[in-house]
């Protein structure tokens, strides 16, 4: 192990604060190696949010915890985030492997165009990003992709654990 990982399963806090923290929360969670720093978020939720420099595909990928009501993430939390950042980029191509078995139905509607989009070697989902709740629920957002379904915001790749277990469309309603 070198100086830069952490033993599994020890993320941490660092006990510096958050504008208008209050004391209460820590300004940022070190999470394998990922430092993630508490960003502006709504009154009912609190939200740490880090980039990995790069990921499978190219490019930075955002890794985010999120309490609500707002309160330090629980030993729990902090296990699955590290799961997450330790295992990201497996993970992302699980859950492209989920969209590539699971948008040919029918219920998603896509044009023929589209359909032809799950045969390419590469399916057209980038931008990946990683969300981890308390309840310990987490998801994979693809934030852009060459499918309707994705307009405007994106790919939404819910998991159970490391099995994705549903995936849906991100628009205005959400």
């Known amino acids: 192990m070198t100086d830069h990982e952490e033993p599994p399963h020890a993320p941490r806090t660092e006990e510096t ?3 208008g923290g209050g004391g209460a929360l820590p ?5 394998a190696g990922l430092v ?3 960003t502006p978020s709504p009154p009912h939720l609190a939200c740490w949010t880090g980039s990995r420099p790069e ?3 190219g490019g930075p990928a955002a890794i985010s915890v999120m309490t609500e009501p707002p309160a330090p993430p629980g030993e729990a939390t902090l296990r699955l985030a590290h799961d997450v950042v330790d295992r990201f980029d497996a993970l992302v191509a699980e859950a492209r492997r989920y969209c590539r078995t699971r948008l040919g139905e029918e219920r998603f509607g896509l044009t023929a165009e ?3 989009l799950l045969d390419l070697p590469d399916l057209p989902l980038g931008g990946p ?3 981890v709740w308390a309840d310990g629920s987490w ?3 693809f934030t852009e992709s060459r499918f309707r379904l994705g307009d405007p915001y994106g790919i939404l790749v819910t998991f159970d654990g490391t099995s994705p277990v549903d995936v849906e469309g991100v ?3 959400e």
Request: aromatic share 0%; glycine share 12%; net charge negative.
């Open 17 to 19: 604060e958050a504008p």
């Open 27 to 31: 300004g940022a969670l070190r999470v």
């Open 36 to 38: 993630l720093s508490r």
């Open 55 to 57: 990921s499978t595909g």
């Open 114 to 116: 589209e359909v032809a």
């Open 129 to 131: 990003e990683a969300t």
């Open 139 to 141: 998801a994979v957002l």
């Open 171 to 173: 628009g205005d309603e």
